[in-house]
Structure formats: C-alpha cells, structure tokens
C-alpha cells in the first residue's frame, strides 16, 4: 500500500514539475487549444513532412527545410474538399483531426482534414538552432507563405483534390492567420473559421488584464477581485518598505531573488499576474469560481492569495522568479521544449501583446510595466529591438494585414465574453459572435446538450456558413 502510495506520488510529483513553473506558467497562456475529449480512435492519423523554403521572399535563398503536418483520409471522398486546421505556437497533435466540431464538419462533407505546424513550433524546425541570426526567418509572413505553398502542393499531388474548395480553421494566433490568410491569399480558400483571433496588434495590450479581472469579477464575484488587488496591494508594499524578506518567505522564492532589483520584482508580478490570466483564459465551468473559493477561504487578503499562489505552483522547494532565470530560459538558442524563445521574438519583431499593469482598472497591481517588457526584447534579441523598432514594426503590421478592418470576406470570427483577448479582434455583434461566459478557444468540441443555446447557435452557424462555402 505504502510502496504504490509511493509511486502514485512520484509520478504526480514528476507531471508536476516538468519545467520550471514560470515555463509552466507560460505555457499555460499558449497551449494548444484543447482536444476534443470525444476521439473516433478508429480514425489513424498519418504524419507526413513537406519542403518549404527558408526565405519565400528571397530568390536567392535558396535553402529549404521540412514542416510536419497530419493527414487524417478516413471520412476522404475523391474529389471533396479540404479542410486545414492551422497549428500556432504549439506543438501539432493527431487529436485535432479525429474530433471535434471540425472533424464532424469535415465528416459532413466527406474532407480531407489536415493539421499543419508552424514554423519553429514543434518538430517543424527551419534551421539547426534558435540564434539570433537563424531565428529571424520566424515570421506571421514566412509561415503564411508555408501554409499557401502547402495548399498548392497537397492540391496537386493528391488523388482528387485538384478541384477542392479548401476551407481553413485556427484558434488564438492561428485564428489570426486564418483571418490574414483570406486576406493574402484569397483565391486559395473559400472561407474559414477564426475562434479567439488577435487581429489588432498593439504594444502596450492593456485590455487583457482589465478583462482578466472584470472575468474574475463576474464569475468569481467582486469580493474575491477586490482580495487579489488588496493581496498584491500589499506585497508591492512590503517590498517598497523593507519587508520584502517577508515576501520572499510567504511565496517561497529562490535565491537569489532580489527584492531591491526592479528587473526581479517586475519578473515576479508579471508571473503572478500570468498565473491569474491563465486561470481565466483557460476556464471551463466552475474553474473561476472554485479559485475563488480557496482564495476567499484564506484567513485574510495577503495569505488568501498566496496560498492560492502557493498552491497552483505545485510542491517545489523554492520558486525561481528571477529576471536572469527567465532570460536564461530565453537565450538558450537550442529547441528546449519550451516556446518562451519563439514566441518572445515574434512579440518584438511584429506584434507587442505586451500585457502590462499599464490600467489602474486591473487588480494585479503596477509592477509590470511596459518597460519590463521592451527591456526583455533588447536583452534577448540585440540592441536593435528598443522601444521604437517595436512601435514601428507593430504599425507596419497594422498597416499590412489592416488591424481590426482586415477586409475579408466569409471568415466567420468568434469569441469567447471572459477571454481576455478578445480585445484585440473585433467586437462588432455584426462582424463577429461573442459567446457569453465562454474563454479562449472553448468552441471547438463536437456540438452537445451541454452547449450553453448561444455556443450551440455559434457551432451550427459556422456549419451552415461551411455548407454554402463549400457548395
Ligand atoms: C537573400 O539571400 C542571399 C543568399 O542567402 C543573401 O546573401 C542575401 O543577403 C539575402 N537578402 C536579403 C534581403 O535577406
Ligand atoms: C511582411 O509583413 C510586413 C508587415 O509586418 C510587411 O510590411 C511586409 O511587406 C511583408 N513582407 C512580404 C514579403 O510580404
């Protein structure tokens, strides 16, 4: 009894800490929208590679690599269409393509469905390492360019697929390429489906921590808001006036944690704040709400949200909320695992998303400010990626793929009311659907009798749009 006992908590122990927890933390905001939990198992899912060009805009470059994609034929008619579920900044899994409300509308029409994987995600890996000098092929541009070659190769070298209508879905930034794609390439896919897209690209992304706290708010009721702010109120105080020892004790953090240094302080709101985001981003029913409940359970303001903090974090020894841990992570060139790399560089080079304590009408206080941010950009990637080259850049995008009026025609937008990101895509009752209660990317699973009437109503909208699409 004690001997199983003792694995079952090894095993726990080991799912708990793989990576460290601000890895954890991060991933958690740019996982792979979840799987359908309803799988057609009996479906089997083929993995398959195709050579892409390094550089799609420069002749003269002329090396390529191999990007991954999954195939799954078992619903495949000669001759119907193709539906492509874009990967984003994640690593592509066969799950995707055997459920889900894709894969039944796939099913429906008899498509060929297709998972495809970003660039310098998952096993798709343009050059040996991430240096700075190889790592600049790593763009929205490049990985559009990858997805339009695929199209056409798959297109022509596939039994029946010559004449396909092609109809491409994507959650959080692969929703924003779905939308981008239609822009770009139009007359490569009939339609698609965008579910959580950023579209606005913005620096200082303030919203998304006002939204996060109006979300705790209405499911986890203003008490439990006002307790995170007082909690966080107080330890930005208690560092500012010498207790900050105090604080390194309470949340277990590892040496050499320096409560005097700005770069560590602003590391360590900004996680704990990413830690709440998460909560929020990736709720399903009751998730807010029983957080609220431990958080309100503690005995006041301080210790409710720390246990809580404590608590989410798992069982380590110490926490390590260090600015040089977290750059370490980040300047380490080689594919680790972990996505801080990839996913920091494009943030710096084309989008911002920066989301800072920049409102006071957030709770997670004022010590992550923009600055933290556009330090790490210049620490990470070379002097060049200051302040003004990013505001440049993310204009640039703007002014390219046209903000929050892209100009596209049937790519059908949805939201989820909690998610934070919704700020940055289109709010419009008219242009887009807002589905109440709902987070990032929750409208992927099959339609069911547990659908909420306005989540349903999304879901069958998307496949009658589907039907006429693809007609
Ligand atoms: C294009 O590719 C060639 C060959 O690799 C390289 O020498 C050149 O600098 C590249 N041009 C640009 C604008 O990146
Ligand atoms: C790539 O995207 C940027 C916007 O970020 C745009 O200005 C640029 O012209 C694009 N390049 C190509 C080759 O399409």
């Known amino acids: 009894m004690k001997f199983w006992l003792g694995i079952a908590l090894a095993l726990l122990a080991s799912s708990q800490t793989r990576g460290s927890t601000v890895e954890r933390i991060f991933k958690r905001l740019h996982e792979e929208p979840p799987l359908p ?35 799954n034929d078992a619903h495949y008619k000669s001759g119907a269409p193709l539906f492509i579920y874009l990967g984003g900044e994640w690593e592509i899994s066969p799950g995707r393509i055997t459920g889900g409300h894709t894969y039944d509308m796939a099913v429906e029409h008899n498509a060929l469905l297709a998972y495809t994987e970003h660039r310098y995600y998952g096993q798709s890996r343009p050059l040996p390492d991430l240096s700075n000098e190889n790592i ?20 022509e070298n596939y039994e029946g697929l010559s004449n396909s209508k092609v109809v491409i879905v994507g959650g959080s930034y ?38 996060t706290g109006q979300s705790i708010t209405q499911m986890g009721g203003a008490d439990c808001y006002k307790r ?6 107080e330890m930005e105080t208690m560092i500012a006036t010498k207790r900050g020892a105090e604080v390194k004790a309470l949340l277990r953090l590892c040496e050499p944690f320096d409560v005097y240094s700005d770069l560590d302080v602003w590391t360590l709101f900004a996680y704990i704040s990413d830690t709440f985001a998460g909560l929020v981003q990736s709720h399903s029913t009751g998730q807010i709400e029983g957080a609220c409940q431990k958080i309100m359970a503690g005995s006041d303001d301080l210790s409710g949200v720390a246990g809580y903090l ?7 020894r110490c926490y390590d909320f260090t600015y040089n841990f977290i750059t370490g992570l980040m300047l380490d060139t080689s594919y680790n695992g972990n996505i801080m790399r990839q996913w920091t560089f494009q943030t710096c080079n084309e ?37 003004e080259f990013i505001n440049n850049q993310v204009d640039t995008t703007n002014q390219y793929f046209g903000g929050l009026t892209p100009g596209v025609e049937n790519v059908y937008l949805s939201h989820g009311q909690l998610d934070p990101w919704r700020a940055m ?21 099959s339609i069911s009798s547990s659908d909420s009437a306005e989540l349903k109503a999304s879901k069958e909208r998307i496949a009658e749009l589907v039907r006429e699409w693809v007609k």
């Open 228 to 233: 995170i702010e007082n909690g966080i109120a």
């Open 37 to 71: 939990t309803s799988q057609n198992r009996a479906d089997e899912v083929q993995t398959l590679w195709i050579e892409q060009k390094l550089d799609h805009f420069n002749e003269s470059e002329t090396r390529t690599w191999q990007m991954r994609y999954m195939l």
């Open 425 to 445: 895509g289109i709010q419009d009752p008219d242009q887009a659907t807002i589905i109440p209660e709902h987070a990032h990317c929750r409208d992927f699973e």
């Open 310 to 316: 404590l608590e989410s974090y798992g069982n380590a």
């Open 351 to 387: 989008f911002g998303w920066y989301q800072t304590s920049g409102s006071s009408a957030q709770p997670f206080g004022t010590k992550f400010p923009l600055t933290y941010y556009t330090t790490m950009c210049v620490d990470l990637y070379g002097p060049q990626y200051g302040n």
């Open 174 to 211: 692969s929703a924003t390429m779905v939308t981008w794609f239609r822009r770009l390439y139009p007359d490569l896919v009939v339609g698609g489906w965008a579910s959580s897209a950023p579209l606005f690209a913005k620096v200082n992304f303030v919203e998304y921590k006002e939204i």
């Open 136 to 155: 600049k092929y790593l763009t929205v541009n490049q990985s559009l360019a990858d997805l339009a070659h695929f199209i056409l190769t798959i297109k």
